[in-house]
């Protein structure tokens, strides 16, 4: 029991660190969250036109839910490791600094996916690119990636573990339905565009 709770605490806090947020706001860029989607994540930071700002919010963040792993990892042994990635995606999506409206958390879980077996974050990583580069939206590439990292951790993992990593794709997903409701009618923007 104390395992699990340590483990759900260290990703509860890296994952709560709005890496979008400070850095715009350090950059003189305003609050993000006023912003096209209003969400602190990477494709929103895009928006601003700043692509180094973009990407270092995009490593911060896929790098805070791979360190929650590690860090569990090594403080816990493989077992709850995944448990500390699933908290960081919620608490990226729930910072409690920010009254739990935080981002959708695809950066996050490609981190989780990454730091559980390295495979899994490469399939996620090829799948977002393929979905995007298809069909210039974000929301398609992210959606790609879950369903990839999802199915390859079936794969290439315990059944326990890969579980755990369906949790946090099917977690990521349902943030995304105002996305997939868009896509369904049409009218979701491409990258770099609208919300």
């Known amino acids: 029991m104390v395992d699990i709770l340590i483990a759900i605490l260290i990703g509860l806090a890296l994952g709560s660190i709005p890496f979008g947020l400070v850095l715009t706001r350090l950059a003189g860029l305003g609050d993000i969250r006023g912003i096209g989607s209003g969400n602190i994540g990477a494709t929103n930071v895009l928006r601003t036109g700043n692509k180094p700002l973009a990407l270092a919010t995009l490593v911060l963040d896929a790098g805070k839910g791979a360190l929650a792993v590690g860090l569990a990892w090594w403080l816990l042994g493989p077992a709850w490791a995944p448990l500390a990635g699933l908290a960081a995606v919620v608490s990226h999506m729930h910072p409690v600094w920010l009254g739990f ?95």
Not at 125 to 132: E, Y
Not at 180 to 195: H, N
Request: proline fraction near 4%; charge should be positive.
């Open 101 to 195: 409206k935080g981002g959708k958390g695809v950066a996050t879980a490609l981190g989780t996916f990454w730091a559980i077996a390295w495979p899994i974050g490469v399939a996620g990583c090829l799948a977002w690119l393929a979905g995007a580069a298809a069909t210039r939206r974000s929301s398609v590439g992210s959606l790609c990636a879950m369903a990839a990292g999802a199915m390859a951790g079936f794969v290439l993992l315990a059944p326990p573990i890969a579980w755990a990593l369906l949790g946090v794709a099917l977690y990521v997903v349902w943030r995304h339905r105002a996305n997939i409701e868009r896509l369904l009618a049409g009218t979701e923007p491409r990258i770099g565009q609208g919300r």
